[in-house]
T-cell receptor
Framework: EAGVAQSPRYKIIEKRQSVAFWCNPI?????LYWYQQILGQGPKLLIQ????????DSQLPKDRFSAERLKGVDSTLKIQPAKLEDSAVYLC????????????FGSGTQLSVL | QKEVEQNSGPLSVPEGAIASLNCTYS??????FFWYRQYSGKSPELIMF????GDKEDGRFTAQLNKASQYVSLLIRDSQPSDSATYLC???????????FGTGTRLLVSP
């Protein structure tokens, strides 16, 4: 079974530029998550999709971050404009969507904002 | 108060010893509890989950849950150098399956 795919693996940009990350979840997984993990911290949930609907985006900085899940499968996360404090690893995860279900993570995108 | 709290460590144990990792959570309505292992530069990997009070064993790992005390722990028996990693405690909060992570405890197992 293929895992969660993410790209790119690394990205370096200057502040005020824009960047986009892509995620393809495990086939059949209804729930997709984007987490931000700053060095030395635990992952922080940015947004959670159930199929193509948003169920939690309370911690997404909506003035600069946006996310969509196309047709309930692939997802993109965009940052525009980026700030220095956005430097982090952006993790995509998916799950079947049942209560208490286990999450499977992709390899992440390491973003450096200079 | 943080939703999920862990001691950042590092927790140092010799090879063959028992490593004990602890986690407390603030939401009494939490139903599901997970332990993820994260090697440096890698993404989190699920190693244990527990839903009911008591102990749950899987190989060298034992998860312990005490909902009354809002406490969950992970014991690693016969610790190996390959167990050296950061261990993240994660708890479902209120709402639809929202999973909240602690900051993680770094474990170092010395040969």
């Amino acid at each position: 079974e293929a895992g969660v795919a993410q790209s790119p693996r690394y990205k370096i940009i200057e502040k005020r530029q824009s960047v986009a990350f892509w995620c393809n979840p495990i086939s059949g997984h209804a729930t997709l998550y984007w987490y931000q993990q700053i060095l030395g911290q635990g992952p922080k949930l940015l947004i959670q999709f159930q199929n193509n609907g948003v169920v939690d985006d309370s911690q997404l900085p909506k003035d600069r971050f946006s996310a969509e899940r196309l047709k309930g499968v692939d997802s993109t996360l965009k940052i525009q404009p980026a700030k220095l404090e956005d430097s982090a690893v952006y993790l995509c995860a998916s799950s079947l969507g049942r209560e208490g279900e286990k999450l499977f993570f992709g390899s992440g995108t390491q973003l450096s904002v200079l | 108060q943080k939703e999920v709290e862990q001691n950042s460590g590092p927790l140092s144990v010799p090879e063959g010893a028992i490593a004990s990792l602890n986690c407390t959570y603030s939401d009494r309505g939490s139903q599901s509890f997970f332990w993820y292992r994260q090697y440096s530069g890698k993404s989190p990997e699920l190693i244990m989950f527990i839903y009911s009070n008591g102990d749950k064993e899987d190989g060298r790992f034992t998860a312990q849950l005490n909902k009354a005390s809002q406490y969950v722990s992970l014991l690693i028996r016969d610790s190996q150098p390959s167990d050296s990693a950061t261990y993240l405690c994660a708890v479902t909060g209120t709402g639809f399956q929202k999973l909240v992570f602690g900051t993680g405890t770094r474990l170092l197992v010395s040969p």
